[in-house]
């Protein structure tokens, strides 16, 4: 596995990452190809970073995105990877690249929204108001949602915006300092 920047002129990468998005977030996201093909070219927006994981064939099998978010934070926007080589490194490795390329840009944070829309934590399906960050604080991972992923990488839950896609869908954000 090797990781390598996203070139604008690579058409073949280009459309493996659209189905990869395609494949992994359907249907809650990237539903047509045509959002994911939108989705990857917002993605080469000047001072971005966009960086592909490739097998030993040179296909993609995994994405990572960031983009400067305001003073000294970047937002991580999107992560995948390809299901048949999840849980095997890829999703980590990525994100060390993006943490090293933001800290070469003299970025200090990392933050990134993870959005529960199908009842995969304790936060979906349910009335988070009043008493939002108690129901924070007592997170329960139900079916394998990725924040849990995001913890193993040095990332911590530092809020939830509730109802972020619709009643009982928040985006539970977390955070990490780099380097
Ligand atoms: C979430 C995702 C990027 C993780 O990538 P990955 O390559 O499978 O993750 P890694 O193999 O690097 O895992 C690192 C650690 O996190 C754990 N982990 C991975 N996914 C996890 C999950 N959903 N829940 C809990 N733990 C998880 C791994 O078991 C591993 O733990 P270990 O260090 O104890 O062995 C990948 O599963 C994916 O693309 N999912 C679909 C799209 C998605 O949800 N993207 C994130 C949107 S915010």
Known sequence: MKIVDLLP???????QVARLLNEEFAPVSWTTSE??????QDAFTPG??????LNDAGDVIGWIGGRPYYALVW???PLVVRAD??????????VAELEKAVKERGGLTITLGSDD?????SLGGVELYPNVLEKLANIKN??????????????SIVGVIPDANGF??????????VG
């Open 9 to 15: 002129d690579d058409p073949l990468k280009i459309e």
């Open 35 to 40: 959002e994911a093909h939108e989705e990857v």
């Open 85 to 94: 080589y999840q849980r095997q490194g890829i999703g980590r490795a990525l």
């Open 75 to 77: 937002e991580l926007h």
């Open 142 to 155: 139900l079916r394998a949602h990725p924040y849990e992923f995001y913890q193993k990488i040095g990332f």
């Open 48 to 53: 971005r970073i966009n960086k592909v994981a």
């Open 117 to 121: 829309e199908a009842d995969l934590t």
């Open 168 to 177: 009982g869908k928040p985006d539970i954000l977390l955070a990490k300092r």
